[in-house]
């Protein structure tokens, strides 16, 4: 993980903010907070916010007498060290205090999202038998709070494309990496129709 966030550290602009979607067993529930803790500790990076991403469906536990279900999961946003005041976000100002200190619209640590985009999954995808993490909505959502019109998205974990779909839906520019090949090639199968409209 330290290492994704070194190349982060390489093309991030200093304002930028990185976002990670984290879930966690129930072997180790624990793990993602870990993670973080890595990351702050050998990284020139800093958790900024912690927003809580309602899953509508969920696995139940039924099977464990002491694990509860889980339907919520993690999405941890990191800034630079010292940026935390300073990282690009799309919150409105809406008015000023007394002391002429700008105030901003409230946006809540919690969003709603399908799990993925199942129904909308394309032919090859389902015939690669892959299986989207998170659905276009929640990257919707995730782009408006955080990403300016114009901006330029890095998913080094393209998968199935979801970030790439949101993105250009969003007017939002982004490059999709990932080091698996078929996902290489389900990201482009899946983008194709909507970078052809763009042209």
Known sequence: MTRLFSIFEKRVIDTGCVIFVMSYSVKQPSLPFRLVCEVEDRTDWQLADVIHWKKPKALPMGASKT???????????FCRKGKDKLFITNKRTTGASPRGQ???????????????????????????????????????????RYFPVGSTVLDPH????????????????????????????????ALAPLVSKLT
Do not use: W
């Open 102 to 144: 700008p105030l901003y619209e409230v946006q809540f640590n919690f969003l709603t999202a399908p799990n993925n985009d199942e129904r909308k999954r394309s032919t090859l995808a389902k015939q690669k038998n892959m299986r989207a993490s998170f659905s276009t909505d929640l990257v919707t959502q995730l782009l408006e």
């Open 67 to 77: 694990h509860v279900t889980r339907n919520v999961e993690f999405v941890f946003v």
């Open 158 to 189: 393209c998968g199935e494309g979801t970030t790439g779909i949101a993105c250009i839906k969003a007017n939002r520019r982004c490059v999709l990496i990932d080091i698996d090949p078929v996902c290489v090639e389900v990201t482009n199968h």
